[in-house]
């Protein structure tokens, strides 16, 4: 099934449960939108960015760069977007003064590269997960950040929804006991994707560990306060590899601890990029999906649909001692975005809220280090550090060689060679 037309069908019906039509059509700009390109014209971005945008107040899409101008401005007329214009690539539109940010969804092993181009160019980033390729890469992103002053988030969204903030709350309140145990898992019926998607591309920082590390970002989110001077230890990792490239794994389940002081929480993560069918006919339901349960002293918790809670969740709690079960739900509000938000807004409108009220900031005189105390919910880059050390080292465990992208001296420029690969690899639809 085509990506695209997955997107768009569930965005359809998200929007139309909600009458999200009648708020875009209501909704007033301010006079000077934070002006947002995207770099790459691919699936994901109607419902990632797009879709986002059309709702916020203070960002409009200003440009879609795509490998040629014609396939920029048909995505650009398929989704309306009236303010855009199409650049036949990525270099162009970072040339564009009036840009103030770039939102990034290509291949995985593209990401540290265009994500230092564009700081150095003058642009805020908002990159598609996993932000690099490897943990020393995140560094690199970290050191361009500090030198240009410029916003980088990670597109974790599912971190900046109201939901997962009341979870992390109630498991941080010490009502249940300490936390022993947290299971996440992630899965996509094999029918999603091709067995030649970019996914499966080693040169292109492929694998299921990259492409579903939200297990990472989600056990390790209710595993400890923070990852950042946690003893981070992986007990084991189990891949089961592509047939075609054992380099490759197509899902990965893995077992870690994390310690913090004389505290210890074991976790448990499975991450599959379409489970073989049983019997080679009959959908494995079970391996698809998403979810989090998290061991207590006095309860079990599981949080249901933790990667896309706008379509429907639920937080249920059952308390060992007395076998009552509560059961919760958090569209809006919760800890950290208090009263902001709407029930309908999807993880990734809370996301764009986020990274644009951060911008701002930034615009208006804050410092990178203070982008923490500015309202609501933040990921920093320490924490996207922390998370792809963690997968570095689940690789290492499995045996497998971590994902690899080489920068040169300059750390702007690929490596001559590799890129000649890249752009043999990339399948003409993706951009």
Known sequence: MPTAFLWDVVLYYHRWRHGIQHVTASLQKTSSPLQIGVLGAAAINTIAIYDAVSTHPDATIAGVAARSRAKAEAQIARYKLKDAKGYGSYDELLAVPNIDAVYIPLPNGLHCEWTCKAMRAGKHVLCEKPLASNAEQVREIMKVSQQTGKVVLEAFHWRLYPAAHVLKDIVESGRYGKVREVRAHLGLPAWVIGKDDIRFNYDLAGGASMDMLYVFSTSSYYAAPSLR???????????????????????????????????????????????????????????????????????????????????????????????????????????????????????????????????????????????????????????????????????????????????????????????????????????
């Open 229 to 431: 001077g946690a003893e981070v230890e992986v007990l084991e990792a189990k891949p089961r590899k592509n047939g075609k490239d054992a380099r490759i794994d197509d899902a990965m389940e893995a077992t870690y601890t994390v310690r913090t002081g004389e505290h210890a929480v074991v976790c448990h993560v499975r991450a599959d990029l379409g489970a073989p069918p049983l019997y080679g006919f009959i959908p494995k339901i079970w391996a698809a999906g998403d979810g989090v349960g998290i061991d207590l002293e006095k309860a079990t918790i599981s949080y249901g649909s933790y990667a896309a809670p706008y379509a429907g969740h639920a937080i249920t709690i059952t308390d060992k001692a007395t076998g009552n079960i509560e059961k919760l739900t958090a569209f809006t509000d919760g800890p950290q975005w208090k009263k902001r938000g709407q029930p309908w807004w999807t993880t990734y409108r809370y996301q764009l809220e986020a990274f644009v009220d951060r911008v701002r900031a930034v615009q208006g005189g804050a410092a990178l280090q203070d982008l923490a105390a500015v309202e609501g919910p933040w990921i920093s880059l320490e924490e996207s550090e922390a998370v792809m050390e963690l997968v570095d080292k689940v690789y290492t465990k499995a045996g497998m060689p971590k994902r690899v992208w080489k920068l040169n001296a300059e750390s702007t420029v690929l490596k001559s060679s590799m890129y000649a690969r890249v752009l043999t690899a990339l399948p003409a639809a993706l951009t």
